[in-house]
């Protein structure tokens, strides 16, 4: 199947700073990739779609501004948590979908970022 | 707006025991998808049902789609310690947004 690649895995940062996390697919073309945000024991959480080279969709309760993201390429799409909390502490996963013909609707999913704000 | 509920969230079965997750919409469907997570893992995709009624088998795994389009289940036979993760649905709904809003999962517990 498709790949996609999450980075950072872990990152720890001090109250106040931004962390960016890239989700890159590598073999495919991503026109649509979602985030996601789960904390532990729970569900994912939908924060927004990205397409690439158009802003991005927020879900309900997410704040645009705290959680910035860039659909830039049709492989790349980044996520930065600004002015992060300790209440942003939380597992962060991107999706991808395929476009066009090949698009199945099946979602490809990065291996996650655990984000630990001290 | 879209809601897909998912029970039951714990399961803790004896090895060679089945097991059933449910999902269900509150509204209609295009597709439902099956995703494993496993313990400090990611989802990965297990199969999608777009038909009506629709069931798919992958060896002891069973899935059903309702025929209203609005539930769900995964069945497994005999249960393995290999099965052990969170089961999660996720409902997609037609439109050029396709989004895609999951259950809150189903976690597995096989003991030896």
């Known amino acids: 199947g498709a790949v996609v690649s999450q980075h950072p895995s872990w990152v720890i940062c001090k109250s106040g700073t931004s962390v960016k996390i890239e989700c890159r697919s590598l073999d495919f073309q991503a026109t649509t990739m979602f985030w996601y945000r789960q904390f532990p024991k729970q569900s994912l959480m939908l924060m927004a779609t990205s397409n690439e080279g158009s802003k991005a969709t927020y879900e309900q309760g997410v704040e645009k501004d705290k959680f910035l993201i860039n659909h830039a390429s049709l492989t790349l799409s980044t996520l930065t948590v600004t002015s992060a909390h300790p209440e942003d502490s939380s597992f962060y996963i991107c999706s991808a979908m395929t476009g066009g013909w090949s698009n199945t609707g099946e979602l490809f999913f990065g291996e996650g970022s655990r984000l630990t704000v001290l | 707006g879209q809601q897909v509920m998912q029970i039951p969230q714990y399961q803790h079965v004896q090895e060679g025991e089945d097991f059933t997750t449910y999902c269900n919409s509150s509204?209609?469907?295009?597709?439902i998808q099956w995703y494993k997570q496993r313990p400090g893992g990611h989802p990965v995709f297990l199969i999608q049902l777009v038909k009506s009624g629709e069931v798919k088998k992958q060896k002891r795994l069973t899935f059903q789609f309702g025929e209203a389009k609005k539930n769900s289940s995964l069945h497994i036979t005999a249960t393995q310690t290999t099965d052990v993760g969170t089961y999660f649905c996720?409902?997609?709904?037609?439109?050029?947004?396709?989004?895609?809003?999951f259950g809150i999962g189903t976690k597995l517990q096989v003991i030896p």
């Open positions: 996720a409902g997609q709904t037609s439109g050029g947004y396709q989004k895609v809003t």
């Open positions: 509204t209609t469907l295009s597709n």
